[in-house]
Structure formats: C-alpha cells, structure tokens
C-alpha cells in the first residue's frame, strides 16, 4: 500500500469508489478508524484531515468532472466534520434520530444544459454543504439507497452494493462475511455441547 492509498479512506479498504459525486459521502464515512483492524480514524488530526480531504476532492473531481476548490481545514472543524460523518452513518443505519435541517451555502451556475454548484467559505462548513448536495443528488437517483455499511459491527467498511437486487451486507465475503459465520457457527456448537443458549460472541 503507497501513501496516496492510505490517505484515500475508501482506497485504502480495497473497495470501489461510489458513483459520481456519491463518492465524497463514502469517503467521508470510510474516514473513520477501525481500532481492530489497525486503520486509522483520518479526522484524527488536522493533517490527516486535509490530505483525507484533498485526495478525496480529487476523485470528486474526476467521477463528476468539475473543478474542484481546495477546501481548507483547521483544526477547529474536526468535531464538526466528526459529527457530521457520525450523522451520514446514520443515514445508511437508518438510526437517523433527528430530521435537523441542514443549511447549504453554495454558488449555483447553470452550464451546458445542467446545474452545478461549489460549496462556499473553507472549512466543515463547506464540507457539509457538498455532502448534502450530493447525498440530494443521490437520493434522487437511487445511488444512496446502495450506500452501506459493513453489517460487521467492528468494520462498518461503506462499499456501493451493485449486486442485481441490492442485498449485499459485507464489504467483503472473505473477511467479514465468513470470520462472523464462523463465530456464529461456534457459538451454536458451544450452545449445543453446554446444552444452553449461547453467549454473545461479540
Ligand atoms: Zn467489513
């Protein structure tokens, strides 16, 4: 793995981008640390932060073919873009407690026959004004609703499900899908050999 994978939140799991514009709301929730699996949280500091950010623009940039602004980070928009990421995570959970309306400050132009827009200022502010936007865009589409989260309580790894049905649930067959079948299937063995139920595995 080289630098530019491990500063790419959704490269650095091995998993495709999301379409178009969809792929800044993944990358903002693959930013999140696995602490088991040794990942790193990149909204960790600030440093991360903006490499986290600028790598994730460019890919923004080049899946939806528009320029994209540097947006600068401070340290004090950490807990924000945080929250935030803990927000969105809600959105694909649907443990989403809290219908909040969210303002979006951005310059709308209309060119070539369609609408595009640049989040105004710096910082979280301008971050959460374009995954809004772009998360409008999807929900529209349909593309959200393939959003999802690894059903594995200590990966949550967010891949696009592009199975025909959209019932996939494991970032991966090979590593969550199969460790957590296996403890569910020994589980069961230990419940039958002690004759009770079994104990939570997690
Ligand atoms: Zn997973």
Same mark, same amino acid.
Not at 71 to 89: K, M, N
């Given at each position: ?5 491990? $500063? ?12 178009? =514009? ?8 693959? $930013? ?7 990942? !790193? ?7 991360? &932060?903006? %490499? ?8 923004? $940039?080049?899946?939806? =073919?528009?320029? &994209? ?10 807990? &924000? ?8 995570? =809600?959105?694909? %959970? ?5 219908? %909040?309306?969210? !303002? ?16 105004? =200022? ?70 039958? &050999?002690?004759? $009770? ?6």
């Amino acid at each position: 793995m080289n630098s530019d994978d491990t $500063s790419r939140s959704t490269g650095r799991l091995l998993l495709a981008a999301a379409p178009g =514009g969809l792929c800044l709301v993944q990358d903002l929730l693959n $930013s999140a640390g696995m602490p088991e699996a040794s990942v !790193p949280d990149l909204l960790d500091n600030e440093s991360a &932060a903006q %490499t986290w950010l600028d790598a994730s623009m460019q890919t923004w $940039s080049e899946q939806t =073919g528009r320029t &994209a602004r540097r947006i600068a980070l401070s340290g004090d928009d950490l807990p &924000a873009l945080r929250d935030l990421r803990h927000d969105v995570r =809600g959105w694909l %959970t649907s443990e989403a407690e809290d219908p %909040t309306p969210h !303002p979006v400050d951005v310059d709308l132009s209309f060119r070539d026959g369609r609408f595009s827009f640049q989040p105004k =200022g710096d910082g979280a502010a301008a971050v959460t004004s374009l995954v809004h936007l772009e998360a409008l865009l999807a929900s529209h589409t349909g593309t959200l609703a393939r959003l999802k989260a690894c059903m594995n309580p200590s990966c949550g790894a967010v891949f696009y499900d592009l199975s025909r049905n959209a019932t996939r649930v494991w970032h991966d067959m090979k590593t969550c899908g199969n460790t957590l079948n296996l403890r569910a299937s020994r589980a069961r063995r230990r419940a039958t &050999a002690k004759g $009770s139920p079994a104990d939570s595995d997690r």
